[in-house]
């Protein structure tokens, strides 16, 4: 089925607009290319895939990227919320397309802060991003999420800080029905769900029948290097 083009003029559209039973996140990804399929990807977790969405090939692209802030706003335009936070990198430019979606449609100031790797391997608000934060009500966006270990700690380092969480939300949700609003303690509100499989390197089908791991995009490159030492 072909993939209709959504509205990417650079008009500032006011509500989502399903342009096929694909929600318009999915059909965004697709179009521009940034959903791979039928390849061979090496997560942040180490675990291997046959898809993978690269935000990088999305935050390269302002239309799209602010279309992908739109619906994320529209999505939580009911709740009441003074400043959108993501994980560093690609939760800064969700986080700032976001808010300034919100800004728009609520007429009103919406922040935009970002969380950055400790060396704890948690997150930390650093750059005065705490004073901003305290008492305020929060929304939390990830990209994808496969487990929510990032956000756990977006929110532990929100929480720290004295921000009230309201909801988390993302562009994907691919463990659906794994990954809830249980797992946060607050409502989750993906734009979509899709079912990515995830395999251990041991039995991945694709290092069986030989594929190359794709070291262009996510964490091949460093898998690569590590096997040939
Ligand atoms: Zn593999």
Redesign the pocket.
Known sequence: MPIRHAATTGALATEAVPMSDEPEVLQIVKRIGAFKTRD?F?GVSGL?FDSYMVKDILFARPTEASRVGELLALRNLDLDIEVVAGPATGGILLAQWTAFHLSRLKGQEVYAVFTEKASDKGQILGRGYGDIVAGRKMLVLEDSVRTGGTVKKVLAAITACGGEVTAVSAMFNVSPGKVTDATFGVPFRPLAEISVIS?H?DD?P??KQGIP?NVLFAHGKAFVESRSK
């Open positions: 061979h090496v291997h395999y390197v991945c694709m290092c791991v």
